[in-house]
């Protein structure tokens, strides 16, 4: 076994163990909480063995690295999120690997993802967006992260939901840094989930929840996300970009 292959298998092992325990704490089954492995910053060789030890959901958050990485991985049946902000010039690129698209936050990029979805083909795929929410955003505003206020969140959905090619999958944050959730991940993740239950009422299908990384997952499962984004957990400390 390679030194990267068991340094992957052991941190994978010990991710796995906080989610089943997580899991355990909060009365929930394992199978309720899907991993992403975010694998920004890391090549392709490490997509490969985490497909080895069963990961099926990777993201990236800039397509000039993961457009590279998911061509090199397309033999290996894996699904793709997207998580970081996206430019509408980025968003045909996106589309011709992405399965999911985190970050949705403006009718602009709906309509552009829409329209780069009809022009792909996806082979009759629709293409699962999530709605960012920024809990740090005033009222028609856009979050320091990316994201869109609570009270935006409805538009979008409907747009998403009417927009040919889309999926409306549910919702994701990133807990904020700054205004009356900063530092509080358990509550902006209880926020989170009462958002997506009122979503819900709307749109029943919109049961996605993508909250929690690898300092807070805990508090995610905990609350009731359905998907973690777990990087430097999984992956060891991101090499400093020069």
């Given at each position: 076994?390679?030194?990267?292959?068991?340094?992957?298998?052991?941190?994978?092992?010990?991710?796995?163990?906080?989610?089943?325990?997580?899991?355990?704490?909060?009365?929930?089954?394992?199978?309720?909480?899907?991993?992403?492995?975010?694998?920004?910053?890391?090549?392709?060789?490490?997509?490969?063995?985490?497909?080895?030890?069963?990961?099926?959901?990777?993201?990236?958050?800039?397509?000039q690295d993961a457009a590279p990485k998911a061509a090199a991985c397309a033999d290996l049946s894996l699904r793709w999120?997207?998580?970081?902000?996206?430019?509408?010039?980025?968003?045909?690129?996106?589309?011709?690997?992405?399965?999911?698209?985190?970050?949705?936050?403006?009718?602009?990029?709906?309509?552009?993802?829409?329209?780069?979805a009809a022009r792909e083909g996806r082979d009759g795929r629709e293409l699962g967006c999530?709605?960012?929410?920024?809990?740090?955003?005033?009222?028609?505003?856009?979050?320091?992260?990316?994201?869109?206020?609570?009270?935006?969140?409805?538009?979008?959905?409907?747009?998403?939901?009417?927009?040919?090619?889309?999926?409306?999958?549910?919702?994701?944050?990133?807990?904020?840094?700054?205004?009356?959730?900063?530092?509080?991940?358990?509550?902006?993740?209880?926020?989170?989930?009462?958002?997506?239950?009122?979503?819900?009422?709307?749109?029943?299908?919109?049961?996605?929840?993508?909250?929690?990384?690898?300092?807070?997952?805990?508090?995610?499962?905990?609350?009731?996300?359905?998907?973690?984004?777990?990087?430097?957990?999984?992956?060891?400390?991101?090499?400093?970009?020069?």
């Amino acid at each position: 076994m390679t030194d990267r292959r068991a340094q992957l298998t052991a941190n994978l092992a010990q991710v796995e163990e906080r989610i089943a325990s997580a899991c355990a704490a909060a009365g929930r089954k394992r199978e309720e909480v899907t991993l992403i492995v975010v694998t920004k910053t890391y090549p392709a060789s490490d997509v490969r063995i985490l497909h080895e030890l069963g990961v099926r959901h990777v993201a990236e958050n800039r397509d000039q690295d993961a457009a590279p990485k998911a061509a090199a991985c397309a033999d290996l049946s894996l699904r793709w999120h997207f998580v970081g902000q996206l430019q509408t010039n980025k968003v045909r690129s996106v589309v011709s690997y992405a399965d999911v698209v985190q970050s949705v936050d403006r009718v602009k990029l709906v309509t552009a993802l829409s329209a780069a979805a009809a022009r792909e083909g996806r082979d009759g795929r629709e293409l699962g967006c999530l709605i960012q929410v920024a809990l740090d955003a005033e009222s028609g505003e856009r979050g320091e992260r990316g994201g869109v206020a609570p009270d935006g969140i409805e538009e979008l959905a409907a747009a998403v939901e009417s927009a040919p090619g889309l999926r409306l999958a549910g919702l994701m944050t990133v807990a904020p840094l700054a205004g009356p959730f900063a530092g509080r991940q358990r509550a902006a993740f209880d926020r989170l989930m009462e958002i997506s239950s009122r979503l819900r009422g709307n749109h029943p299908a919109a049961n996605m929840v993508s909250a929690g990384m690898s300092a807070d997952l805990e508090d995610a499962v905990a609350a009731g996300a359905t998907h973690v984004r777990v990087g430097t957990a999984v992956l060891g400390v991101r090499p400093g970009l020069g």
